[in-house]
């Protein structure tokens, strides 16, 4: 049996991969695939590709392409969600900010730096034309971190996917004021180079069986239940979810990194760009 160490974060996007696991598709064909929950986000997994902690991550396509350029090795295998991913900009339900342009000059609240929520934040500012040299962060690594620095005013916003922060909206912890989608295919599946080079094979298995799990995800009986009670959100936000949601078995397209690429060095995040051979794996 062949291990291959996987993270993502723990939200209804992975589903299929649970689901893989736990009704032993991975492991029928001589896999063990062991899942790991990332809540801090893209950052941490960032971290943990570089350290061969994980072989594999599902994982933000402007994030890992960013840490990529900036020495980790490792490579986009395919893409795993092709539509946008729609951030949700929220603030402390007592909070006095009651629109997105009273935010310009306040404090983001930020998992870690080269996370989602840090680049996200320049891009949101991009559109709104704000002024990129005066945005602050403070770091608070998770939700929880994020809700105990908007309550005590520690930050002013935070932005996370739209529906993953939903209950926390219902609940009057948050309140929404805006949404930001991402401009291109939102999450990949990347590994280390050093697992592509040891067994590509696995790797390319992996995908064939995720990739015959994701082809009808949508189809199947009951999963808009199913994803409600899992991840304990109301049925009706799963169903607007699932109708805006597209799971791709194809890799990342040329056209969608070099955008990705452009916006990064646009925003001063990234020294140059890359030639797209130099970020993906194709088998």
Not at 86 to 105: D, F, M, R
Not at 207 to 215: D, H, V, W, Y
Request: hydrophobic residues 40%; proline residues 3%; glycine residues 4%.
């Amino acid at each position: 049996m062949k291990t291959i160490k996987v993270g993502g974060v723990p939200e209804h996007f992975n589903l299929p991969w649970h689901l893989c696991i736990e009704n032993s598709k991975f492991n029928d064909e001589g896999l063990n695939v062991v899942w790991k929950d990332f809540p801090e986000g893209t950052g941490a997994m960032c971290k943990a590709l570089r350290s061969g902690e994980l072989d594999v991550a599902v994982i933000l396509t402007e994030g890992i392409t960013r840490d990529i350029i900036n020495g980790n090795e490792s490579k986009i295998i395919q893409t795993y969600i092709v539509s946008p991913l729609i951030w949700g900009i929220h603030v402390a339900a007592g909070s006095k900010y009651k629109n997105i342009q009273e935010l310009e000059t306040t404090t983001a609240a930020i998992s870690r730096k080269g996370s989602g929520s840090h680049l996200m934040a320049y891009v949101n500012a991009q559109h709104r034309n704000w002024n990129l040299d005066e945005l602050k962060f403070n770091i608070v690594n998770n939700l929880d971190g994020a809700i105990h620095a908007l309550q005590n005013d520690e930050a002013q916003y935070f932005m996370w996917e739209h529906f993953t922060t939903k209950p926390l909206v219902d609940n009057k912890t948050f309140r929404l004021v805006a949404d930001c989608p991402t401009p291109w295919p939102c999450f990949v599946i990347a590994a280390r180079d050093e697992s592509i080079r040891k067994d590509p094979q696995r790797l390319q298995k992996m995908l064939e069986i995720l990739n015959a799990e994701t082809k009808d995800f949508k189809l199947q009986r009951n999963i808009d239940v199913i994803l409600s009670e899992r991840y304990q959100q109301k049925l009706e936000d799963i169903r607007k979810w699932l109708d805006l949601t597209r799971w791709s078995q194809e890799q990342i397209s040329e056209a969608d990194l070099t955008k990705v690429q452009e916006t990064l060095l646009e925003l001063n995040l990234i020294e140059e760009k890359r030639n797209y051979s130099d970020l993906i794996h194709t088998f």
